[in-house]
T-cell receptor, first 116, second 112 residues
Framework: GAVVSQHPSWVICKSGTSVKIECRSLDFQATTMFWYRQFPKQSLMLMATSNEGSKATYEQGVEKDKFLINHASLTLSTLTVTSAHPEDSSFYIC????????????FGPGTRLTVL | GENVEQHPSTLSVQEGDSAVIKCTYSDSASNYFPWYKQELGKRPQLIID?????GEKKDQRIAVTLNKTAKHFSLHITETQPEDSAVYFCAARSNAGNMLTFGGGTRLMVKP
């Protein structure tokens, strides 16, 4: 149990385009999902906390207008990177905590974004 | 906010030896400390976790110890195997928001 999926697993796009990444909890309901960014050989940096039915909470330094987060249901959160630029190239990973469950966060497989 | 420091950044051991990774945290209100293993290009996988009301937890070859007074916790891997080679991350969760703050990671290499 506690499986989190992400789609797509990798994407290459041209500079200026927008990219949407989906994060789904497959076998549990997640009131809270988290979005992280991970650069090569670095740690996971929390970008935002996504709560179902409410606005996301962004970490300091993360532009909310550039990284749009929508958590429309208890099993789906989306991250849209708007007007992507080469510096946005990174590994984006989501995680989810089960509603009413233990503290454990389960991670998705990640999405590798390359902006040309 | 919470700040988590992790040491060492790289660790090389011989197969069969033990490996110890240490983390410190800054927020005394943090109450949950998971450890994740991440292989190259893959998702972090939870390997063990500990809560603030427990001082030690063990699961086969893996153990975690927590010293709340000193605000540090450690991961111990005994009888290391080549498949233990990966990057390990510690994390701490503060009471507010259920968010995790990660350490910088330790690249463990187990030589056969």
């Amino acid at each position: 149990g506690a499986v989190v999926s992400q789609h797509p697993s990798w994407v290459i796009c041209k500079s200026g385009t927008s990219v949407k990444i989906e994060c789904r909890s497959l076998d549990f309901q997640a009131t809270t999902m988290f979005w992280y960014r991970q650069f090569p050989k670095q740690s996971l940096m929390l970008m935002a906390t996504s709560n179902e039915g409410s606005k996301a909470t962004y970490e300091q330094g993360v532009e909310k207008d550039k990284f749009l987060i929508n958590h429309a249901s208890l099993t789906l959160s989306t991250l849209t990177v708007t007007s992507a630029h080469p510096e946005d190239s990174s590994f984006y990973i989501c995680s989810a905590s089960a509603a009413g469950g233990p503290d454990t966060q389960y991670f998705g497989p990640g999405t590798r974004l390359t902006v040309l | 906010g919470e700040n988590v420091e992790q040491h060492p950044s790289t660790l090389s051991v011989q197969e069969g030896d033990s490996a110890v990774i240490k983390c410190t945290y800054s927020d005394s209100a943090s109450n949950y400390f998971p450890w994740y293993k991440q292989e190259l290009g893959k998702r972090p996988q939870l390997i063990i976790d500990i809560r603030s009301n427990v001082g030690e937890k063990k699961d086969q070859r893996i153990a975690v110890t927590l010293n709340k007074t000193a605000k540090h916790f450690s991961l111990h891997i005994t009888e290391t195997q080549p498949e233990d080679s990966a990057v390990y991350f510690c994390a701490a969760r503060s009471n507010a928001g259920n968010m995790l703050t990660f350490g910088g990671g330790t690249r463990l290499m187990v030589k056969p």
